[in-house]
């Protein structure tokens, strides 16, 4: 037995599986999901999938096939997403001893140990039935020693129905069957660009990869690609990460629904977006001390003409406090803001972080200490918005916000505002 077990559980299709949930009539519906504006397909369901339909893929070009087949079309519900991730994540964090969230709809399991008292494909499969009765969501699981051959499980346990879901890859023989069976652009962290290169050297397959000799790999390639080739052979190089590393910088930004030619309603987006960001900031239990704001034109329009800047601003002591980044954006606003243009985005972006409390001011700085009322009003607005929706905000956000992103397909907010609770009749 293999002196590490990682397991990889990832949701399957679960943009399009959320939007499915709460509507049974949809269950053998294709659904696909939209991208912000909605303009491309991010997320399809297997239906949608087998019809042909590309991720990526512009709305206006499947249209028509959409029609034909009675494909159904929503905009992204992001607050829907994050809600059933976190109830996934917190199911999983009652069945393994160590979890690491890696993505919104995926997570490493550390499993060691786990054998000498269960079966791990029978455990695997506990995983699946639990989310499910649970959650409602369907997920595959892959196990393995390495996390990269983990990635490699689940892909199978997608692929091929008759796995039930769940592919245990502890056993040597089957990690080697199923890298001769996959391409070598399967393997984690092999993109485009590498499997080119690796392609060149008589590498196609992941089995071929895993074969390569990792001193050679190193001195073509990099560290990395040599850590990927061992994890291929079951050496564990990559550990689990139970808390996530803090972030280093908070980026706020959407496309506008439609394009800004009022500085009125640019204020506004900046407003909402400082607001998004000092809220995102709080969360990480961080404080701020560098505000960067910019806007430009659209990029693929011949109509428009071109416009880009940004502006940034030091603050004079970090802050968490909504209200000083919304004095500096204005201020950062009145500077960029040239009339005339067509606006089709902006945004915001917080940097240099520090944890409450430890930031050294200069000797001649004047100490600037954060009343602990403030901090108390910025906490009380976070918890009201977080448990009843957008229920407080401040008034330069605006109250219309005509200029926000189109999403005329949205579903209800149904695990996250009391008003678009499902009604049983």
């Known amino acids: 037995m293999a002196s590490h077990v990682f397991a990889l559980v990832d949701c399957n299709n679960f943009y399009a599986s959320c939007e499915k949930l709460f509507r049974p009539d949809l269950a053998t519906t294709p659904v696909v999901v939209l991208s912000n504006n909605d303009g491309c397909v991010v997320a399809r369901s297997k239906e949608a999938k087998k019809l042909g339909i590309k991720m990526g893929v512009p709305l206006f070009q499947v249209r028509d096939l959409m029609q034909k087949h009675g494909v159904m079309a929503f905009s992204s519900n992001y607050a829907l997403y994050a809600d059933m991730s976190q109830r996934v994540m917190n199911t999983l964090e ?25 079966d791990l494909t029978e455990f ?30 689940n892909h199978a346990a ?41 392609q060149q050297l008589g590498i196609d397959t992941a089995l071929q990869l895993a074969d390569a000799d990792p001193k050679f790999i190193r001195q073509h390639f990099s560290v990395v690609v ?53 809220q995102k900031l709080r969360k990480e239990q961080q404080e701020a001390k560098h505000l960067t704001v910019f806007l430009r034109t659209s990029p693929f329009s011949d109509k428009d003409a071109p416009y880009s800047a940004s502006k940034s601003v030091a603050l004079d002591a970090p802050s968490a406090d909504t209200r000083v980044f919304l004095a500096k954006a204005t201020q950062l606003l009145d500077a960029l803001w040239v009339n005339g243009y067509l606006y089709a985005k902006a945004g915001v972006m917080l940097a240099d972080f520090y944890d409450p409390g430890v930031y050294q001011p200069g000797l001649f700085d004047e100490p600037l200490m954060q009343k ?54």
């Open 94 to 118: 009652q069945l393994a001893p160590r979890v690491e969230v890696y993505s919104i709809d995926e997570a490493f399991l550390d499993l060691t140990g786990v054998a000498h008292c269960q």
């Open 124 to 153: 695997g499969l506990t995983v699946r039935h639990t989310i499910q009765k649970w959650t409602g969501m369907t997920v595959c699981v892959g196990i393995a020693p390495s996390k990269t051959l983990a990635k490699l499980a």
């Open 158 to 198: 997608k692929t091929w129905q008759k796995t039930g879901g769940v592919v245990d890859l502890t056993s040597k023989v089957r990690q080697r069957k199923l890298l001769g069976l996959l391409p070598v652009h399967e393997v984690w962290g092999i993109g485009g660009k590498l499997t080119k290169r690796l």
């Open 226 to 278: 040599e850590r990927t080739v061992r994890e291929l052979n079951g050496e564990s190089c990559i550990d689990l990460e139970e808390v996530a590393p803090t972030k280093k910088q908070i980026v706020s930004s959407r496309a506008f629904g439609e394009r800004i030619t009022d500085k009125q309603q640019m204020h506004e987006a900046i407003s909402e977006y400082i607001s998004r960001a000092c």
């Open 372 to 425: 602990e009322s403030d901090q108390k009003l910025m906490q009380l607005m976070d918890n009201l918005n977080t448990k009843f929706g957008k229920t407080i905000w401040f008034a330069s956000q605006g109250v219309k916000q005509e200029w926000s992103m189109k999403r005329e397909l949205l579903s209800p907010a149904y695990t996250t505002n009391w008003r678009d609770l499902p009604r049983v009749k």
